[in-house]
């Protein structure tokens, strides 16, 4: 009996070791996503970490497990590729140095959700955008050990109806075109993109629940914006440029402070 006890504890100790010897982690994953089919993407942002004391070189792989026929994924660590698969291996790998973590090294981990899929290259024709549920799983792979040390997680895309946003009319060459940091602490830039001869437009920030909670006025002919976000709760927001009866795409904005 008690041989078989010692047993059971060395198995146990075996195993912890065995999960705790992922040599590649991701901290602080968002693992459930909300957002609108109005919205240009759904972002999953991620810090991804090298927990050992020697230089890893790493995979990351995909599954995806569930997926609505109108949405489309792509995965950026550094640069984008689009996921073409349902089994998808990102066509590279990549390092992290003793300790590192992927913003120490600025290459910022994300993977998009966008609730609208391109059909067609000629003429330009999309599907969509539509309300629905997209889930995937994604490796991370040590080159030295691909079968054995492995982290893994999930992702839920939960695209939804607009819920009193105004979405009409959408005009191209028209919005937000980069946010950075996002997600933001204490503030964020906007660059914008508008015809130097039409009005000056605006910005409208809105709640997860279609609530307006503010609006930002835009200086003449400015085409970035920086937004004071500490008055914002913690959580995911949309914001539109607005202006002239037209409306951007809504771009996601995430508040999330340490």
Known sequence: MKKLVTLIAMMSFTLCLSLSAQSIKVLLPEQEVSGIKTQEDIISHGIVKNMTDKEVE?????????????HALSICYNQCFDVVNNDYQVP?????????????????????????RKISDDPIMYVGPAAGVTKIRVYFANVADESNDIFSYDVTFNVKETTGINDEPIVNNFGITNIFPNPANGSTRLELQYND????????????????????????????????????????????????????????????RW
């Open 197 to 256: 001869n039409e009005a000056t437009p605006h910005l409208e920030v809105y709640s997860i629940t279609g609530d307006k909670v503010f609006d930002y006025e835009v200086a003449n002919s400015s085409k970035y914006i920086t937004l004071d976000t500490k008055e914002l709760a913690n959580g995911s927001y949309f914001i539109q440029l607005v202006g002239n009866n037209k409306r951007s795409m809504n771009k996601q904005l995430i508040i999330k």
């Open 92 to 116: 590279r790998t990549y390092k992290l140095g003793p300790g590192e973590t992927s913003e120490q090294t600025g290459d910022f981990y994300k993977i998009y959700c966008y609730p609208f």
């Open 58 to 70: 790493f995979k990351i792989r995909f599954d995806v497990l569930e997926i609505a026929p109108e």
